[in-house]
C-alpha cells in the first residue's frame, strides 16, 4: 500500500527558506513520478514541481528561481526546498504519485509565510 508522509511546514517571515519532506512507503521514489502540489484558501490545488524516474525534474514558472525539488533514494524521500518565500506561497503543500488509475496523496503540510 502506497503511503505519502509530507512534514517541514510551518510559518515563517517573508524572504526565509523551508524545506519539505515527503517520505514514501509501498513506492520507491527512485521509480516513480513523485509530484508537490499546492492549494492556497479559496483556491485550486496547484501543481509546483515533479520529478520523475531518472531524476527529471520539472518546476512550475510560478516558483522557479526559488524552489527546487530533489530526493534521497536511500531515505526514500523527496524534498521541496522553498526559498524567498512570500506571502502568497501560502498553502498546504501535497505530495503526490500519480499512477495510471490512482493518484496517491499524503495529508498535506501547512506553510504560511507572513510578517
Known amino acids: 500500500q502506497v503511503q505519502l508522509v509530507e512534514s517541514g511546514g510551518g510559518s515563517v517571515q517573508p524572504g526565509e527558506s523551508l524545506r519539505l519532506s515527503c517520505a514514501a512507503a509501498?513506492?520507491?521514489?527512485?521509480?516513480?513520478?513523485i509530484r508537490w502540489y499546492r492549494q492556497a484558501p479559496g483556491k485550486e490545488r496547484e501543481l509546483v514541481a515533479t520529478i520523475s524516474v531518472g531524476g527529471i525534474i520539472n518546476v512550475e514558472d510560478s516558483v522557479q528561481g526559488r524552489f527546487t525539488i530533489s530526493r534521497d533514494d536511500v531515505k526514500n524521500t523527496v524534498y521541496l526546498e522553498m526559498t524567498s518565500l512570500k506571502p502568497e506561497d501560502t498553502a498546504v503543500y501535497y505530495c503526490n504519485h500519480p499512477t495510471w488509475n490512482k493518484q496517491y496523496w499524503g495529508q498535506g503540510t501547512q506553510v504560511t509565510v507572513s510578517s
Open positions: 509501498g513506492i520507491l521514489v527512485s521509480d516513480n513520478i
